[in-house]
C-alpha cells in the first residue's frame, strides 16, 4: 500500500482462533481498532490531547474484506494511511499482511468521526490534525518522520546527548 504507515505489528495466538483454527473475526476487528489509534495519534489526535481537549473519535462506519485465513504463530503487520478527510470525518484504510507470505489477509477502511466527547457530539477536527490528514492523504506527508520530529520536539533535551 503506497504512501501508507505501519500501525501495528503482532502475532496470532492460539485463544484468538475459532473452534476451525482460523483467527476469529474479532480479533481482526480488535487489531484494526489499534491500528486506527496508531494512525490518529500519528496525524496528532493523542490519547493525552482528547483528554486535555475533551474530544474523542468515533467509528462511524467500517467495511472489512477477508482475504487469507491467519492461524495461530502466524506474525502481521497492518500498514495504514488516510484515504479522505472533511471537516469533522477521516476516512481511513488498513491493510493486514501475513508476514510470512507478504498476501494480504484482511483490508478494511473505516470512517471516523471527531466528537466532543462531553455533548457526544460531532466537533471539528483541530487544523493541524486535519491538515497533516489531509497531506497524507495526498501522499505528501511522512507521518512516521512527522510523529517522530513532534515527540522529540515535546522532549526536553536529554543532558549530554
Known sequence: MNDSVVTYRGAVYPWQCDHIGHMNVMWYVGKFDEASWQLLAQLGLTRTRCSKEGTGAVALE????YRRELHAGDLITIRSKVLEVN???????????????????AITVIVGLHIDANLRKACPMPSDVRERALLMARGRLNVDAAASADTRAAMPAAAGL
Open 87 to 105: 471537516e469533522k470525518t477521516v476516512c481511513m484504510k488498513h491493510e493486514m499482511t501475513n508476514d510470512e507470505t507478504g498476501e494480504p489477509a
Open 62 to 65: 467500517e467495511r472489512t474484506e
